[in-house]
């Protein structure tokens, strides 16, 4: 069964920055593409970026282009998604999610795992 746990979450101020995590189990990723989504109060869920597992090659939303950066790890099969730069309207639960397939989308429907989300308050 697949697993996808984020973590890293938590309340800074803005122009701060923050990694998050997100540990996959269950299957490998070198096939795949994930991706990192989020969901602020009383809006839908949105694409933040996504990336290529087997290249690394990355994709990203035009409100965090230049701020975010999203990695992988091979070795521990881990996502990460580097935030900098940080607003207020970045405040919302970040989600990590995966596909079965290796082309990176910027549809949640494309998607086939997702893990719990993980808060990202950001204070002024």
């Known amino acids: 069964q697949v697993q996808l746990v984020e973590s890293g979450g938590g309340l800074v101020q803005t122009g701060a920055s923050l990694r998050l995590s997100c540990a996959a189990s269950?299957?490998?990723?070198?096939?795949?593409?994930v991706g990192w989504f989020r969901q602020a109060p009383g809006k839908e869920r949105e694409f933040v970026a996504a990336?290529?597992?087997?290249?690394?090659?990355?994709y990203y939303a035009d409100s965090v282009k230049g701020r975010f950066t999203a990695s992988r790890d091979n070795a521990k099969n881990t996502l990460y998604l580097q935030m900098s730069s940080l607003k207020s309207e970045d405040t919302a639960v970040y989600f990590c999610?995966?596909?079965?397939?290796?082309?990176?989308?910027?549809?949640?429907?494309?998607?086939?795992?997702w893990g719990q989300g993980t808060q990202v308050t950001v204070s002024s």
């Open positions: 990336l290529r597992w087997s290249s690394g090659k990355t």
């Open positions: 999610a995966a596909r079965k397939t290796s082309m990176p989308t910027m549809a949640l429907s494309d998607y086939d795992y």
């Open positions: 269950g299957r490998g990723f070198s096939n795949s593409a």
